[in-house]
């Protein structure tokens, strides 16, 4: 059974920083953070490969946030700075299984977390 466990959400004042994490109950499949606003899509953040090597950060949040691992924990993490009140959102850890890199599209990840929420007050 494949299992994604979110934390590290809450609320912070823009200009603040927050870490994500995502445990994971394996360590072998790229993953990645999308985020969802309330009456918006579900949008792609950042993803990293399985070995780390590669990361893909959206252009909204690149220099602000970035992406990284720690396979000896099975863990994923997204650190924010600099949040903005649009940074706002469920953000949602997902995992990718077919070991082809690292890609944008939500439809080809296989496997998604309860999301935890961000809140950023101006």
């Known amino acids: 059974q494949v299992h994604l466990v979110e934390s590290g959400g809450g609320l912070v004042q823009a200009g603040g920083s927050l870490r994500l994490s995502c445990a994971a109950s394996?360590?072998?499949?790229?993953m990645a953070w999308f985020r969802q606003a309330p009456g918006k899509e579900r949008e792609f953040v950042a993803a990293?490969?399985?070995?780390?090597?590669?990361?893909d950060i959206a252009a909204s949040v690149k220099g602000r946030f970035s992406i990284s691992r720690d396979n000896t924990k099975n863990t994923v993490y997204l650190q924010m700075n600099s949040l903005k009140p649009e940074d706002t959102a469920v953000y949602y850890c997902a995992a990718d299984s077919r070991l082809l890199g690292v890609t944008q599209d939500l439809d080809e990840y296989d496997y998604w977390g309860q999301g935890t929420q961000v809140t950023v007050s101006s």
């Open positions: 990293i490969s399985w070995s780390g090597s590669r990361t």
């Open positions: 394996f360590s072998r499949y790229a």
